[in-house]
């Protein structure tokens, strides 16, 4: 797992550590250290621990204007045992909510596995989206079919033409005007 790196080539359009309403403003990273590991299992130093044990995220970009965000995951996604789903709604989430980013990209083809627990954090973050949305991009199959047997699948879009393999060949504009335009046609948007 150590060879999972997190997206780089937006670095040159966004960086986490670099902008003040980022939640990990001002983190520096040591690419020579590997000391985060997923049950036992070193991961990149690139990866951001942001209070689960099992799943590492890394805020790819950010456009407070459009007020959308893309975060790509590692890991597993544990909501039975750990509650990963609160961690990230409160200490990522509602940060960025804050600062008027109401439509968010997940990137999960580095989720090697889901434990689902209840749908309340998943259906408060989709209330408090207003008039944006969650999009999930690239889960396993086995992941989403879990989704289904908590009703997550009520609050995320995914799956048809938001299986994008090719999404890092985008800029960040061009890929959130993409997957803008698919969520379009699925709701109606205000």
Known sequence: MHEIEPYYSWLK???????????FFGKEYNMDLYQDA?????????????GSETLYLKILFVDYNLG??????????????????????????DHL??????????I????FNFHGSDDCYYEEWFDEVENGWIAAINFSDFVTEEWKNY????????GGELEMPNWRTLT???????????????????
Do not use: C
């Not at 359009?13 to 939640?23: A, C, N, T």
């Not at 959130?176 to 335009?181: E, M, T, Y």
């Open 13 to 23: 359009y966004y960086d986490s550590s670099h902008d003040e309403l980022s939640p």
């Open 38 to 50: 997923i049950y036992n299992y070193y991961i990149d130093p690139a990866w951001d621990f942001f």
């Open 68 to 93: 959308f965000s893309v975060i790509e995951f590692i890991g597993e996604w544990n909501d039975a045992i750990s509650n990963d789903i609160m961690f990230l709604k409160r200490n990522i989430i």
């Open 97 to 106: 909510n804050m600062n008027s980013v109401n439509k968010f990209i997940l």
């Open 108 to 111: 999960g083809e580095n989720v």
């Open 151 to 158: 009703d997550i699948d009520s609050y995320i879009n995914y």
């Open 172 to 190: 960040p504009q061009a890929f959130f005007l993409k997957v803008r335009s698919i969520i379009g046609r699925r709701i109606e948007l205000t």
